[in-house]
């Protein structure tokens, strides 16, 4: 079903189109619409811009076959910006990079992520051996599990007591240990995430 959309607002008959991967979240470009890009979009799937410097319509892979998937349009408030989800094939930049702001298209849980390469940082340099992590990692993934289940057993504990202060920290210090045994596995968090899309959408 065809959305109200004001192209009129701009003399231009145009309006920005911001693309977004639907799984990672990461913004790809910033392209613009007519009338005409946004009905082709619809009928073969594929987003579709108007090219300002070509002033003819643009189908995103017409010539490189890195193809913009439709997977959802949003309009917003004022109805003269529209928010593009997508599957990408391969690169989404001209230059041969992800985004256009040449930004890798990957999985982040914010400060999770963050201290997921944290952790990585701490095994990898050789001048943060003194650290808990290095230290941790020095005695092998057995202590690295040892840890995780007696952390497990500490949540268990204060999950039967009243003291929330304590059973936030003990599911914090769980959720350190369980990164760092991913990490000692060769796994990341996104490797989990995968699993469970996979049995939802299963």
């Given at each position: 079903?065809k959305?109200?959309?004001d ?7 145009l309006?920005?189109?911001i693309i977004?991967?639907?799984?990672t979240?990461?913004?790809?470009m910033l392209g613009?619409?007519n009338?005409?890009?946004y ?12 090219s ?7 189908t995103k ?5 890195n193809?913009l998937e439709?997977?959802?349009i949003k309009?917003d ?10 599957n990408p ?5 001209h ?7 040449n930004e ?5 849980f914010g ?6 390469n944290?952790i ?5 340099n050789a001048?943060?051996?003194k ?5 941790l990692?020095e005695k ?5 599990a040892?840890k995780?289940g007696e952390?497990?057993v500490?949540?268990?504990i204060?999950?039967?007591?009243d ?9 914090a ?5 369980y990164?760092?045994?991913?990490k000692a596995?060769?796994f ?5 995430v995968?699993?469970?899309q ?5």
């Open positions: 079903m959305m109200e959309i192209f009129n607002k701009n003399k231009d008959g309006v920005p189109v977004q991967d639907v799984e979240k990461v913004v790809l613009y619409m009338d005409e890009a009905l082709k979009t619809l009928e073969t799937k594929k987003v579709t811009f108007f300002r410097s070509k002033q003819r319509l643009w892979g017409e010539t490189s076959g193809f439709l997977v959802s309009n408030c004022d109805k003269d910006t529209l928010l593009i989800q997508v094939i391969g690169p989404t930049c230059t041969g990079t992800d985004t256009c702001w890798d298209n990957k999985q982040s400060f999770l992520t963050e201290l997921e944290i990585t940082s701490r095994v990898e001048d943060s051996k650290s808990y992590v290095a230290s990692f092998g993934i057995n202590k690295i040892q995780v952390e497990a500490e949540v268990v204060e999950a039967k007591d003291n929330d202060d304590l059973f936030l920290n003990e599911s210090d769980l959720l350190f240990h990164l760092m045994l991913l596995k060769g990341q968090l996104n490797d989990v995968s699993v469970l996979e049995r939802h959408n299963s």
